[in-house]
């Protein structure tokens, strides 16, 4: 072989791994690139077949163009999809991936994330990936059986190709039977629901959760599919992918994106005091949807349902979109919906070990849950667009439902798990935050009614 062969072959070889296919499903959506010495950057620019097939944009931050994508809203896309801070650091140790790498981890973890996308080796077709599955049932089982501080992070330990955002310890699985299934290695086979571990900070907390999602079904908000279910010798919360659909008995995935993503920004910027969102920036995106009414509708209840339950931790990375366009789903939709909410829980009741109380977002300029008055919800009601009089009415509507179905849910729950206590501490804040709630609306004052309207009242 020439030297100038040899050359190109490893000009050839350096371009593949610098590279990354994107598909979304099974269809190449485009390429994603190391930016020469940008630092981390990367560049994403769509697949030709892509733009021609008229599939909407992968972000609201990355529109349709045959241009090379801007470096700096590809990369915070794209870096949204990791873990965050240990669970992070535990890859960093394992594959030596530098800090904030998002390309290096998705070419050894991004086979299946988050929605629909997957990241494969540049030039290789999905069509060669196989679509196998591998028992991880006996390592879980012994991992969650460890005390916490002996448990090992359970994308690590199972050796599994997947790419979940957040702190917390969880792996996406597959569900058989009481066998838990990961994709074997090689696979691009889909994950179904996701099982979260104890934390070793808040062992409580799938209990927790468990319970908030339990109260904010029965409060009439949409939310996953949620089970404590016990796995070895201890309860984890299994949760089902409400970004995965069954048709003909295969799962498809289907695309979503959290807001921090359709706003281009960075997820160390999920909280509003750190350049995050807020709430009006929230709007801007769930304004969007497809049903925007309701969409609007439902995150002002959830806002409410949040400040209720003392839910600090609804960031921007905690609410997210849905998009119903599928390539192997022919014509499922092209716009996107509010997706349902997930990583309810309960922050306020772990206040004395020193978890932070206050919210993710401002209540109308206070992040306060104990200084929040009318002013602050008058000043929420207009950040989210709505009239603060329906405001006040769907507010009532939530803390109504709260109120009458929060103590039959906790003996539900306190009778399947004795030993656990956090579902009376939970009970106390929700009435607590319910009196400030309540004290707050009532001197939002009715709407004044006009002569017509006054005579259109009276008594016949």
């Not at 030039?123 to 991880?136: C, I, L, M, N, T």
């Not at 955002?165 to 994950?191: E, M, W």
């Not at 807001?259 to 005091?273: D, N, T, V, Y």
């Not at 509708?297 to 931790?313: L, Y």
Request: with cysteine; glycine share 8%.
């Amino acid at each position: 072989m020439s030297s100038s062969a040899e050359a190109e072959g490893r000009d050839a070889v350096t371009r593949n791994l610098e590279n990354l296919s994107i598909f979304w499903g099974k269809s190449p959506l485009g390429r994603l690139e190391k930016i020469p010495g940008g630092r981390g950057l990367l560049g994403f620019t769509y697949d030709p077949a892509w733009l021609d097939s008229e599939g909407p944009p992968v972000s609201l931050s990355l529109p349709l163009s045959s241009e090379t994508r801007d470096p700096l809203i590809s990369t915070n896309f794209f870096e949204n999809f990791l873990p965050e801070g240990n669970a992070f650091g535990v890859f960093q140790m394992m594959k030596r991936i530098p800090p904030g790498d998002a390309f290096s981890f998705l070419s050894i973890y991004g086979r299946e994330c988050a929605g629909a996308l997957s990241a494969l080796p540049f030039g290789e077709s999905f069509e060669e990936s196989s679509a196998d599955y591998r028992d991880v049932t006996d390592i879980v089982s012994g991992q969650l059986a460890l005390p916490s501080r002996e448990r090992q992070n359970l994308i690590a330990v199972t050796n599994s190709k997947v790419s979940l955002a957040g702190a917390q310890n969880k792996l996406p699985v597959t569900l058989d039977g009481q066998r838990l299934l990961v994709s074997a290695d090689g696979s691009s086979a889909t994950t179904t629901h996701i099982i979260k571990a104890p934390s070793s900070a808040l062992p409580d907390s799938r209990y927790n959760e468990a319970f908030c999602v339990d109260l904010a079904r029965s409060a009439g908000l949409p939310v996953p599919k949620t089970e404590l279910r016990n796995i070895g010798e201890a309860d984890a919360l299994v949760v089902e992918r409400y970004d995965r659909i069954e048709k003909d008995g295969v799962s498809h995935r289907l695309h979503q994106e959290d807001i921090c993503q359709a706003l281009g920004l960075f997820s160390a910027q999920k909280h509003e005091r750190r350049q995050g969102p807020g709430f009006s920036d929230c709007i801007g995106v769930v304004g969007r949807c497809s049903d925007a009414i309701n969409a609007i509708e439902n995150f002002a209840k959830s806002a409410i349902f949040n400040f209720i339950v003392g839910n600090g931790d609804a960031h921007g990375k905690n609410f997210s979109i849905l998009y119903d366009w599928s390539p192997e789903l022919g014509e499922y939709g092209k716009g996107f919906r509010l997706a349902p909410f997930y990583d309810l829980i309960s922050t306020l009741s772990y206040a004395e070990r020193g978890v932070d109380t206050e919210m993710a977002m401002s209540y109308g300029n206070s992040f306060d849950t104990r200084k929040i008055n009318s002013v602050n919800f008058r000043a929420l009601a207009k950040a989210l667009g709505v009239d603060v009089h329906r405001f006040k009415a769907l507010a009532e509507e939530i803390y109504e439902s709260v109120s009458e179905y929060s103590p039959g849910i906790a003996s539900e729950h306190a009778i399947r798990f004795p030993s656990v206590d956090i579902y009376e501490k939970i009970i106390k804040i929700t009435e607590k935050q319910t009196n400030l709630l309540c004290q707050a609306l009532d001197k939002i004052r009715p709407a004044k009614q006009t002569k017509t309207n006054k005579r259109n009242n009276r008594p016949r």
